[in-house]
């Protein structure tokens, strides 16, 4: 069994905790969980990495999932507990993502790094693939132009919404969810060129998946993806609950720009999923997305199943010292506007932004998908 070994992780397994992570993110919105992933950002970085992938390796269950496979470390997340006064209160457990073949393997680890908790397969569902293609994604992506001419970096999204309900579309509205099955991701996210032509996006959101076999029955669940690698879920919702998610550039607090912390927030359950200071070198982030997206799942792009609507997302961007709604960039026609079309049906309608930076996404028609 060979482990491959990514400039990402060397660069981790550099370094033995503290000083790798060089900035908390900004309290981009006056919302107790800005306040939380502070508190969490600063935990984490205490957090000795190359003793966590070590432990990881070292366990006799890691060894038996691999098997002879090789494997990759893709990354480190961790897994908290909050209250209503803002305040992380249990540090749940760190977690260890190797890629092995088309699967991911999650070492649970305690956060003391004594015990290997549970070693768990996940498949390596990608939520992205390509670059664009108007069939898959609803929503806006942002940008921000400075007087000369260019733009300026954007270090930060911010999002909140409920994770949609999803039920299977009614008969003539659109296929069963069975063959494949039926989901829709929400996300934000930062990515150095315009949505149409990257294929580099740091994302995390939710997906509400369903599927019918015959009878249907309805997952939810937190992600985070540092595309073109594959998606990692890390947090188990339940249907609507209130999800605050940041996607955060370190350069934004005087880090690194190849450094990311990466924030998903259940304010229902008061758990949290962070990453914190990944490695991502594909310069500037200069877009932020706020979209919905019918995901690839399994190796297959999922139809469109109906969902709550609306759905109300809220944006916040940190961008030249401001931290604005996304209406600022809205209001001077600093976006680029997505609508997922198939077979000439619009399946998605997107509303406008609105002053308090609100727009709505609502279920039209999975006809097509």
Request: proline share 7%; net charge negative; hydrophobic share 35%.
């Amino acid at each position: 069994m060979a482990l491959v070994v990514p400039a990402i992780a060397l660069l981790l397994l550099a370094g033995s905790g503290p000083t790798l992570f060089a900035s908390s993110p900004p309290n981009v919105s006056d919302n107790c969980e800005s306040q939380v992933n502070q508190q969490s950002a600063a935990l984490a970085a205490g957090l000795n990495n190359t003793k966590a992938i070590g432990l990881a390796i070292g366990s006799s269950a890691f060894q038996v999932r691999a098997g002879s496979n090789s494997y990759q470390f893709n990354s480190i997340f961790n897994v908290w507990q909050f209250n209503t006064a803002c305040q992380v209160t249990n540090w749940k457990s760190v977690n260890v993502v190797f890629s092995v073949g088309q699967n991911m393997l999650i070492v649970t680890e305690n956060p003391s790094l004594t015990n290997v908790l549970n070693v768990t397969v996940q498949p390596a569902a990608i939520e992205n693939t390509s670059p664009w293609n108007s069939n898959y994604w609803a929503g806006y992506d942002f940008y921000e132009h400075n007087p000369s001419g260019g733009l300026y970096p954007i270090y930060e999204s911010v999002g909140d919404w409920n994770a949609p309900i999803v039920s299977q579309p009614p008969q003539g509205q659109g296929p069963s969810c069975k063959n494949p099955q039926c989901a829709l991701s929400v996300w934000v996210g930062l990515a150095p060129q315009p949505f149409n032509i990257t294929y580099y996006f740091v994302q995390a959101g939710t997906t509400s998946n369903i599927t019918c076999n015959p009878s249907c029955g309805s997952q939810y669940w937190g992600w985070y993806e540092f595309n073109p690698a594959a998606a990692v879920k890390c947090l188990d919702v339940a249907p609507g609950d209130s999800i605050s998610t940041q996607v955060y550039n370190q350069a934004g607090g005087g880090g690194s720009v190849a450094s990311y912390n990466v924030f998903i927030d259940d304010n229902t359950l008061y758990t949290s999923c962070t990453v914190s200071n990944y490695l991502y070198s594909h310069g500037y982030p200069y877009y932020a997305q706020f979209m919905s997206e019918r995901p690839l799942v399994n190796g297959v792009f999922a139809h469109l199943p109906q969902f709550t609507s609306p759905t109300t997302m809220k944006g916040f961007i940190y961008s030249n010292n401001n931290i604005p709604t996304i209406y600022d960039p809205y209001h001077r026609n600093y976006y680029q506007e997505v609508f997922m079309v198939n077979s000439g049906y619009n399946n998605i309608n997107v509303g406008s932004v609105s002053s308090s930076g609100t727009f709505t996404l609502s279920w039209h028609t999975s006809l097509g998908t």
